[in-house]
């Protein structure tokens, strides 16, 4: 047995050098155990490698898979939808069912008697809001209606704040009428409710309880002649009918690129859907101007209501469920303007998109629980109007084309079909370009274009339904008449940075490049060829290069 180590027999320096040494000893040991087991650089690289392979395969695909199924079960509804409308119009065009076949109208004649007693009250009603570009020839227009003198009067309701605006305004009443025109010009020291409120305020006038019914024309639009003559009429024969709606008619479509990409959009909706709600379930949104309404049944739904940015909407939504009708003539056109500057589209489409949503969160039950309309034409309603116009079709245009087409170039093992990547959405297209055929060989711009505007819209959108940031937002649109049009600037190198750029719109391109790249690179099919061209479109509208510069009027 080996005798233990006699450490007390050593002297005490040599005892504490040997510690010394030992403890050395193993702190180096230690630390060179230490740094053998620390990770290095390329072992973090590979374990963050490792940890995303097995998220991608775990979450990141199978989540992408649904989304994409999603959104080919969102195609397949709106080309349904789509299909469904031309149908519709086919239909309408092959039998020729016009309005005059289907509702009874005869022309409106001065009775031998009673001579023009015969003729019923009509209170035109003209909304306005600075806007001096425009006022002189819309209240022209509206002078000008071939209607007895004694049996219309003319409201403008100005709810200008800027005192050129309003001097010119009220000074243009004046002269028509000393022409013997009878011609109101009405104020309000408040813009509450925007022009919902204007509407509902002129309705208060003692004036008005003598008129039967109403015509409403925005500021910028020029109704012919005849307009009352060939919308009257079915009024008066059809009790239960209460708006006869005309067509917008654009006289600025040919200004530049985009006023045409807005036409034909435009001319769809018009000729497309308003038509075919009109013919199937008497159903459809009022333009909010080139209308005549039934006074009596604007009073029975509720008036005129500011709870949305879309009073006219909600007002032929309220109209329906109380069991009225509403008609639309597609041949009946009204001159207007569409906006040529891209900051008034924007603010536009901001306002047709949130208002509808938001229309529809609110009314959605009340539609649900209505007795006064069939299941059917609540189905339409709910289903057709605005889940899929209003709803479905923006979210599939910005989420599909816009952000999940793109990343499937990022996961190989997401597939989209071809019928749901490119013959689908081309048949779409083609049957909307029906809508105006002149401008058919722009297709292709207006693909890009609609899709960059789709997130505009898709935010529009989500506020709308959230009923939160800018769901009441309200700016006119603005206007240009023919006093501005030699001050159009067509680009805008010199307006400031920050007017113009859209950072959204930047991001977004900056992401369909990068899968466009990306795609060019390592992907095996050509869809880079849609990602660049679609990013370019991005960047366009992003840096405001598109429509035209308005100056600020001194």
Same mark, same amino acid.
């Given at each position: 047995?080996? =005798?233990? =180590?006699?450490?007390?027999?050593?002297?005490?320096?040599?005892?504490?050098?040997?510690?010394?040494?030992?403890?050395?000893?193993?702190?180096?040991?230690?630390?060179?155990? @230490?740094?053998?087991?620390?990770?290095?650089?390329?072992?973090?690289?590979?374990?963050?490698?490792?940890?995303?392979?097995?998220?991608?395969?775990?979450?990141?695909?199978?989540?992408?898979?649904?989304?994409?199924? #999603?959104?080919?079960?969102?195609?397949?509804?709106?080309?349904?939808?789509?299909?469904?409308?031309?149908?519709?119009?086919?239909?309408?065009?092959?039998?020729?069912?016009?309005?005059?076949?289907?509702?009874?109208?005869?022309?409106?004649?001065?009775?031998?008697?009673?001579?023009?007693?015969?003729?019923?009250?009509?209170?035109?009603? $003209?909304?306005?809001?600075?806007?001096?570009?425009?006022?002189?020839?819309?209240?022209?227009?509206?002078?000008?209606?071939?209607?007895?003198?004694?049996?219309?009067?003319?409201?403008? #309701?100005?709810?200008?704040?800027?005192?050129?605006?309003?001097?010119?305004?009220?000074?243009?009443?004046?002269?028509?009428?000393?022409?013997?025109?009878?011609?109101?010009?009405?104020?309000?020291?408040?813009?509450?409710?925007?022009?919902?409120?204007?509407?509902?305020?002129?309705?208060?006038?003692?004036?008005?309880?003598?008129?039967?019914?109403?015509? $409403?024309?925005?500021?910028?639009?020029?109704?012919? =002649?005849?307009?009352?003559?060939?919308?009257?009429?079915?009024?008066?024969?059809?009790?239960?009918?209460?708006?006869?709606?005309?067509?917008?008619?654009?006289?600025?479509?040919?200004?530049?690129?985009?006023?045409?990409?807005?036409?034909?959009?435009?001319?769809?909706?018009?000729?497309?859907?308003?038509?075919?709600?009109?013919?199937?379930?008497?159903?459809?949104?009022?333009?909010?101007?080139? !209308?005549?309404?039934?006074?009596?049944?604007?009073?029975?739904?509720?008036?005129?209501?500011?709870?949305?940015?879309?009073?006219?909407?909600?007002?032929?939504?309220?109209?329906?469920?109380?069991?009225?009708?509403?008609?639309?003539?597609?041949?009946?056109?009204?001159?207007?303007?569409?906006?040529?500057?891209?900051?008034?589209?924007?603010?536009?489409?901001?306002?047709?998109?949130?208002? =509808?949503?938001?229309?529809?969160?609110?009314?959605? !039950?009340?539609?649900?629980?209505?007795?006064?309309?069939?299941?059917?034409?609540?189905?339409?309603?709910?289903?057709?109007?605005?889940?899929?116009?209003?709803?479905?079709?923006?979210?599939?245009?910005?989420?599909?084309?816009?952000? $999940?087409?793109?990343?499937?170039?990022? @996961?190989?093992?997401?597939?989209?079909?071809?019928?749901?990547?490119?013959?689908?959405?081309?048949?779409?297209?083609?049957?909307?370009?029906?809508?105006?055929?002149?401008? $058919?060989?722009?297709?292709?711009?207006?693909?890009?274009?609609?899709?960059?505007?789709?997130?505009?819209?898709?935010?529009?959108?989500?506020?709308?339904?959230?009923?939160?940031?800018?769901?009441?937002?309200?700016?006119?649109?603005?206007? #240009?008449?023919?006093?501005?049009?030699?001050?159009?600037?067509?680009?805008?190198?010199?307006?400031?940075?920050?007017?113009?750029?859209?950072?959204?719109?930047?991001?977004?391109?900056?992401?369909?490049?990068?899968?466009?790249?990306?795609?060019?690179?390592?992907?095996?099919?050509?869809?880079?060829?849609?990602?660049?061209?679609?990013?370019?479109? @991005?960047?366009?509208? !992003?840096?405001?290069?598109?429509?035209?510069?308005?100056?600020?009027?001194?």
């Amino acid at each position: 047995m080996s =005798p233990l =180590p006699t450490f007390h027999r050593l002297p005490h320096d040599t005892f504490s050098s040997l510690l010394r040494s030992l403890s050395q000893v193993g702190s180096s040991t230690a630390s060179e155990a @230490f740094l053998k087991s620390a990770p290095t650089f390329e072992d973090i690289i590979a374990r963050i490698g490792l940890w995303w392979e097995k998220t991608r395969a775990v979450v990141v695909v199978p989540v992408f898979k649904f989304l994409v199924a #999603l959104c080919l079960i969102m195609s397949v509804m709106l080309f349904v939808e789509v299909m469904y409308m031309g149908i519709v119009v086919l239909y309408v065009k092959l039998f020729k069912r016009k309005p005059e076949k289907v509702y009874k109208w005869e022309a409106m004649e001065d009775d031998v008697e009673f001579g023009t007693a015969t003729y019923p009250m009509v209170l035109v009603q $003209i909304p306005m809001y600075n806007e001096k570009e425009v006022c002189e020839q819309s209240i022209a227009a509206a002078c000008k209606i071939s209607w007895p003198s004694n049996r219309i009067i003319i409201q403008v #309701l100005d709810d200008s704040t800027d005192p050129a605006s309003k001097d010119l305004v009220k000074k243009e009443c004046e002269r028509w009428s000393k022409e013997g025109v009878n011609i109101t010009f009405e104020i309000r020291d408040n813009r509450n409710g925007y022009k919902a409120g204007a509407l509902r305020e002129g309705m208060k006038h003692s004036y008005v309880k003598q008129c039967d019914y109403v015509a $409403i024309f925005d500021a910028d639009f020029q109704p012919d =002649p005849d307009f009352l003559l060939r919308t009257v009429p079915f009024l008066i024969h059809n009790p239960k009918l209460a708006l006869v709606q005309g067509r917008w008619e654009f006289v600025n479509a040919d200004q530049c690129m985009m006023t045409r990409l807005q036409e034909m959009s435009l001319s769809y909706h018009f000729t497309v859907e308003q038509q075919v709600g009109s013919s199937t379930f008497a159903f459809f949104g009022f333009n909010g101007t080139a !209308g005549v309404w039934r006074i009596s049944a604007l009073n029975e739904s509720g008036g005129w209501n500011d709870q949305t940015t879309v009073e006219d909407m909600d007002l032929a939504v309220r109209a329906t469920l109380r069991g009225w009708k509403l008609l639309y003539i597609d041949d009946l056109k009204v001159k207007s303007e569409l906006p040529c500057s891209f900051n008034a589209l924007r603010s536009q489409q901001h306002r047709w998109t949130c208002g =509808p949503a938001n229309l529809f969160r609110k009314m959605a !039950g009340k539609i649900i629980r209505n007795e006064n309309v069939s299941l059917w034409k609540k189905l339409y309603m709910l289903y057709s109007f605005f889940f899929m116009r209003k709803i479905v079709a923006h979210v599939l245009t910005f989420c599909f084309y816009c952000v $999940i087409l793109p990343a499937t170039v990022l @996961f190989p093992e997401v597939t989209v079909p071809k019928w749901a990547a490119f013959y689908l959405p081309s048949l779409i297209t083609l049957f909307i370009a029906i809508g105006r055929l002149r401008s $058919i060989h722009l297709l292709a711009f207006w693909v890009l274009f609609e899709n960059s505007m789709s997130l505009v819209r898709t935010k529009a959108l989500v506020m709308g339904l959230l009923e939160t940031g800018r769901v009441q937002e309200w700016v006119v649109t603005e206007k #240009l008449g023919d006093t501005l049009k030699t001050k159009l600037i067509p680009q805008v190198p010199s307006v400031r940075f920050r007017e113009r750029v859209h950072l959204l719109e930047l991001l977004v391109g900056a992401y369909l490049l990068f899968c466009g790249i990306y795609d060019i690179i390592y992907g095996k099919n050509t869809l880079y060829v849609y990602l660049l061209f679609q990013s370019i479109a @991005f960047f366009v509208v !992003g840096f405001g290069y598109v429509g035209k510069y308005v100056p600020a009027s001194s």
